[in-house]
């Protein structure tokens, strides 16, 4: 009732809130936002800038610091004082969040040129906690003051407003050095990572001018003038490969190692004296607390022996562990092992990333430079030409100065006679031509110009004021002048903040890594070579069709007779390869369903074994498709053929770097395997069977038959008939021959030219006619190996074997022969030897 006598309906009460809703898709809004979200962490937080090497948050410390005056030359102030201001006026985040990245700017431990002088405690290197803002201080470092915001006054850079539209705030600070490059970085943003390690400034330094000498300088003459990191905590670099990717793509492993030394220790009064390893120097960012509780760790579990006593001596002097050696090691093994075992040799894992023009860029040293370089050329011209302007200001003040001075008692009657100071500044200008500045200056210059020393004053500054415009004008207009000034200044800084070199560099850094990575973990390779070296030299790898592996010297295999023509009977399986040693065979094993994964049949020479126990661990269970050698050559493929009737074709390059691990090589869909694996030579022909008996030829080309990527399923080749299965494929060229066996004993010898060519899908012709309706073809083999074994299914050990030479060639009408089999027995497989 109330609502009629107000005379507004019940669904009106809310229109304007509902005309404000807008409908929109969950998973866009979640897009959306998270964009937004990453996007604000990798610019405005975690990345820092090429050109300044700052985060957001070190660059408005550093400039509230600026703001505040806290110079070198000024008695430090309070972190916390320091803290609020950020807080208040640049960066509206958690205070802690600001106090850790003014502890890091502090830390000598962290960074190699420390932006910030710290009074206080800032923590250690053994990872203890900084005390809390209120009770640490803080001013800038010399470096800071003067490579960084010195020339901040002089229209450099650009500024923006804050958070809240009250301040400006840099957006850049005008940077003299790559500090960059000079104090690293790292940073993890959504994605994305950023960590650059130390540098030396003096190494850097020449760096930058060798490339304003010589833009083109090669990357050789590059890395050797700055041959690699410095960390502030010392240590070793390793020279090689890692460190070299690092500088060349922006991302790498540059190994590092601490520095030990052995000497002789007094354990305790009466006691004999042992050998110590005693470390000075650990790897950059290595806790040393935490790297000494490790050790004691893997001493007390057993896994580095030798070690009677661990000690950590370090003092204001410098770091100083000892680790003592028991009297019956070895004190050059125990260091060693450390080497070995733990972090006292690790790993710096470098990816040069930078904010370049707003956007994060993955940046090689050549890149990195050059980008620095570009920038602090355009901070010179903005310096110059805000000189220049102030310079022009100074010097038309001057010039009017002197004119009033020439024209002094006109000057005087003219400013007694004007009613106010608008009227004598009008009339300076227009009887004397004065400009509006001039006339200010004439009208507020004081009496003690116009005695003779102040005017002689004037015109000599006035001559310098013309002499300094006309050097600035010229370092605008002249490049080379310009680039000469800033390597004058390069220089200078050069000359007072280079220090030399704390980290040493080590040759043959990759032997070393090496050496590590087996002691860590013995990499399967290297296992694998030690087994191959202690088989003989004139030993043979055997693998028979019933899994079996093992190796046998030339005596063995002749007594075995495999080589051979063998009647059907109990004898041992036939051999799918026979191969020397001594020629490192690459044998792979494919599983059904579409891995591979090298054969570690050089296990074998220690026990022989079944198939499954040379198999990666990663294979463990699977049924194994195919063993094959892989084959050499140029313009070779393989051929994978699956139960549906595809097939695909992979380049031979995949296969020749696999890992130990196994890998994915045909992406099958559930109840599809892998049937055959055929090697594939361009311009050959491949033949494919089903169980009816039908054919397909199909050449082997680009058109027919593509090159395709691991995930690939591949096209279909043969579409099969109801109840008919795929049985296998081969390779041959036109005048070769391929072997047919049905499961009944139905051999045949057919000719390929026997055989039409067809497309991929065609319906082929029959190229074994089974007058049995139940009998079945069940393989399919070329004609590449003397020596055939037929195995036969359902029977352990029986088996017969042929030579290729006594079967004659058919063509697709031929009816082929049968094997002298017994009533009942049934062909499992053909066996082709492969031998070397």
């Known amino acids: 009732?109330?609502?009629?006598?107000?005379?507004?309906?019940?669904?009106?009460?809310?229109?304007?809130?509902?005309?404000?809703?807008?409908?929109?898709?969950?998973?866009?809004?979640?897009?959306?936002?998270?964009?937004?979200?990453?996007?604000?962490?990798?610019?405005?937080?975690?990345?820092?800038?090429?050109?300044?090497?700052?985060?957001?948050?070190?660059?408005?410390?550093?400039?509230?610091?600026?703001?505040?005056?806290?110079?070198?030359?000024?008695?430090?102030?309070?972190?916390?004082?320091?803290?609020?201001?950020?807080?208040?006026?640049?960066?509206?985040?958690?205070?802690?969040?600001?106090?850790?990245?003014l502890v890091r700017l502090v830390q000598t431990f962290a960074s190699r040129h420390p932006l910030l002088d710290g009074h206080g405690n800032f923590g250690s290197v053994d990872d203890d906690p900084p005390a809390a803002m209120r009770y640490t201080e803080t001013r800038l470092a010399p470096i800071a003051n003067e490579a960084l915001l010195d020339e901040i006054g002089n229209e450099t850079v650009d500024f923006a407003p804050n958070f809240d539209g009250s301040q400006q705030e840099p957006t850049v600070l005008p940077a003299q050095l790559p500090f960059l490059l000079l104090n690293g970085c790292t940073g993890i943003a959504v994605g994305m990572a950023t960590n650059i390690p130390p540098h030396n400034l003096g190494e850097v330094v020449d760096a930058l001018i060798a490339l304003i000498r010589k833009p083109d300088l090669s990357d050789e003459k590059l890395l050797q003038l700055v041959p690699g990191p410095d960390f502030p905590t010392g240590g070793e670099v390793l020279i090689g490969a890692g460190l070299r990717e690092t500088y060349l793509t922006g991302r790498g492993s540059i190994p590092m190692r601490g520095v030990a030394h052995i000497e002789e220790v007094q354990p305790g009064k009466g006691r004999h004296r042992r050998g110590a390893v005693v470390i000075t120097e650990l790897p950059y960012q290595l806790s040393k607390a935490g790297w000494i509780e490790k050790l004691a760790e893997q001493v007390n579990d057993g896994r580095i022996s030798g070690i009677a006593d661990i000690r950590d001596e370090s003092d204001r002097d410098g770091m100083r562990v000892v680790v003592e050696v028991r009297r019956d090691a070895n004190a050059e093994m125990v260091l060693a092992e450390l080497m070995r075992r733990t972090a006292l040799q690790s790993n710096f894992g470098a990816i040069l990333l930078a904010l370049v023009n707003g956007q994060p860029v993955q940046l090689s040293l050549r890149r990195l430079l050059q980008e620095f370089l570009s920038y602090r050329e355009l901070t010179l011209i903005r310096r110059t030409s805000h000189a220049l302007r102030r310079c022009e200001e100074r010097l038309e003040v001057v010039q009017g100065l002197i004119v009033a001075l020439d024209a002094l008692q006109e000057v005087i009657a003219m400013i007694t006679a004007a009613p106010d100071a608008a009227s004598a500044r009008a009339s300076l200008q227009v009887r004397l031509d004065l400009s509006e500045r001039q006339a200010d200056a004439v009208l507020a210059m004081p009496l003690r110009r116009l005695t003779g020393l102040e005017q002689e004053g004037l015109r000599r500054e006035a001559e310098q004021l013309a002499e300094e415009r006309a050097r600035l004008c010229h370092l605008l207009d002249d490049r080379g002048t310009l680039l000469d000034t800033m390597v004058s200044e390069l220089r200078g800084l050069k000359k007072r903040y280079a220090t030399p070199r704390r980290t040493r560099l080590v040759e043959g850094g990759d032997a070393l890594v090496a050496q590590r990575a087996a002691a860590v973990r013995p990499n399967v390779e290297l296992q694998r070579q030690q087994a191959r070296q202690a088989l003989g030299s004139d030993s043979r790898l055997l693998i028979q069709a019933d899994g079996l592996v093992r190796i046998v010297s030339p005596a063995q295999l002749?007594?075995?007779?495999?080589?051979?023509?063998?009647?059907?009977?109990?004898?041992?399986?036939?051999?799918?390869?026979?191969?020397?040693?001594?020629?490192?065979?690459?044998?792979?094993?494919?599983?059904?369903?579409?891995?591979?994964?090298?054969?570690?049949?050089?296990?074998?020479?220690?026990?022989?074994?079944?198939?499954?126990?040379?198999?990666?661990?990663?294979?463990?269970?699977?049924?194994?498709?195919?063993?094959?050698?892989?084959?050499?050559?140029?313009?070779?493929?393989?051929?994978?053929?699956?139960?549906?009737?595809?097939?695909?074709?992979?380049?031979?390059?995949?296969?020749?770097?696999?890992?130990?691990?196994?890998?994915?090589?045909?992406?099958?869909?559930?109840?599809?395997?892998?049937?055959?694996?055929?090697?594939?030579?361009?311009?050959?022909?491949?033949?494919?069977?089903?169980?009816?008996?039908?054919?397909?030829?199909?050449?082997v080309n680009e058109a027919n038959l593509p090159l395709m990527g691991r995930t690939a399923q591949g096209p279909m080749l043969l579409r099969l008939l109801p109840d008919e299965e795929v049985v296998g494929a081969a390779c041959g060229s036109s005048g070769s021959s391929v072997l047919l066996v049905s499961r009944t004993g139905r051999l045949k010898r057919l000719r390929l030219d026997g055989l039409r060519l067809c497309q991929r899908g065609d319906l082929g012709q029959i190229g074994l006619r089974l007058p049995d309706r139940s009998d079945r073809l069940v393989d399919l083999c070329g004609d590449g190996s003397p020596l055939i074994g037929v195995r036969l299914a359902g029977t352990e050990g029986r088996s017969l074997r042929l030579e290729l030479s006594g079967l004659a060639e058919?063509?697709?009408?031929?009816?082929?022969?049968d094997l002298p089999l017994a009533t009942g027995d049934a062909v499992r497989e053909l066996v082709p030897l492969i031998s070397g």
């Open 810 to 817: 058919q063509d697709a009408a031929g009816e082929g022969q």
């Open 558 to 699: 002749g007594r075995l007779h495999l080589e051979d023509m063998a009647e059907l009977g109990d004898q041992p399986a036939p051999a799918r390869l026979i191969l020397p040693t001594a020629a490192a065979p690459a044998v792979l094993a494919f599983s059904t369903d579409g891995r591979v994964a090298p054969l570690r049949w050089e296990f074998a020479g220690q026990q022989p074994g079944s198939l499954e126990r040379f198999l990666p661990e990663s294979l463990s269970g699977a049924s194994v498709a195919q063993i094959m050698v892989l084959p050499q050559g140029d313009g070779l493929s393989l051929g994978l053929l699956s139960s549906d009737g595809r097939f695909k074709r992979l380049p031979l390059e995949e296969f020749q770097e696999l890992s130990s691990r196994a890998s994915t090589v045909l992406k099958l869909k559930e109840g599809v395997s892998l049937r055959r694996v055929v090697v594939c030579r361009d311009e050959q022909d491949l033949v494919v069977a089903g169980s009816s008996g039908r054919l397909l030829r199909l050449a």
């Open 1 to 101: 009732m109330a609502e009629e006598r107000s005379g507004q309906r019940p669904d009106e009460g809310n229109s304007n809130g509902s005309d404000r809703i807008e409908a929109i898709a969950l998973h866009q809004e979640m897009q959306r936002s998270y964009l937004e979200y990453a996007m604000s962490v990798i610019v405005g937080r975690a990345l820092p800038d090429a050109r300044d090497g700052l985060k957001p948050v070190q660059r408005r410390i550093l400039y509230a610091m600026h703001e505040l005056g806290l110079t070198p030359d000024r008695p430090y102030r309070k972190c916390a004082r320091v803290v609020g201001d950020v807080l208040g006026k640049y960066h509206p985040h958690g205070d802690q969040a600001v106090y850790d990245a």
